[in-house]
Nanobody, 114 residues
């Protein structure tokens, strides 16, 4: 059974940093694209960052240079290091993998506020 468990969200001041983690189970993370999405209230989820098995990464323009996606295949875990956080980064962040269908974690809330 596929399961994704995000952690690491919280409240941070503008300019601060957070590192999100997503531990996968029921599949082999190293064989798959892994992605982080975020969702604002009343909006659809939007892609934040993606990492391919070969190591290629892609980022939304709004987070380039501030966020870094990485993976630890031995731990079946993908990370999102978020630096220079701004109030516009406040959202619920979700981990995603597409196997026979898209799978999502339960999400972790990130709030950037002074």
């Amino acid at each position: 059974q596929v399961h994704l468990a995000e952690s690491g969200g919280g409240l941070v001041q503008p300019g601060g940093s957070l590192k999100l983690s997503c531990e996968g189970s029921g599949f082999t993370l190293s064989n798959n694209d892994m992605a982080w999405y975020r969702q604002y209230p009343g909006s659809q989820r939007e892609l934040v960052a993606l990492t391919e098995p070969a190591g290629t990464t892609r980022y939304a323009d709004s987070v380039k240079g501030r966020f870094t996606i990485s993976r630890n295949n031995a731990k079946n875990t993908v990370y999102l290091q978020m630096n220079s956080l701004a109030p516009d980064d406040t959202a619920k962040y979700y981990c995603n993998v597409i196997l026979d269908r898209p799978y999502w974690g339960q999400g972790t809330q990130v709030t950037v506020s002074s």
